[in-house]
């Protein structure tokens, strides 16, 4: 839901903010998220999934997309002037 996402931005920006390393923990994001093992949706022949079933997956999901939660870290990196790479 709409609230759980928003609890779950709060709490990446509290972290952020209490370590420094918004940058380190988007890395992490980026670990923890490499299992998932029950997909959504099966990609197509092409290995693309059609883009209206990632929004739709995206409205119904209690926390916001791992890309979304990086991007704001990453945002927050670039703000306090902290040089790093994207992965």
Do not use: C, W
């Amino acid at each position: 839901s709409a609230a759980s996402q928003t609890h779950e931005f709060h709490a990446d920006r509290t972290g952020a903010e209490a370590t420094g390393l918004p940058h380190k923990l988007a890395s992490a994001l980026d670990v923890i998220s490499k299992d998932d093992s029950i997909p959504f949706v099966v990609p197509d022949q092409n290995g693309s999934t059609p883009r209206i079933v990632k929004k739709v997956k995206e409205l119904f999901s209690t926390h916001p997309s791992v890309a979304r939660r990086k991007a704001r870290l990453y945002k927050m990196a670039e703000k306090q002037g902290i040089k790093f790479q994207y992965a």
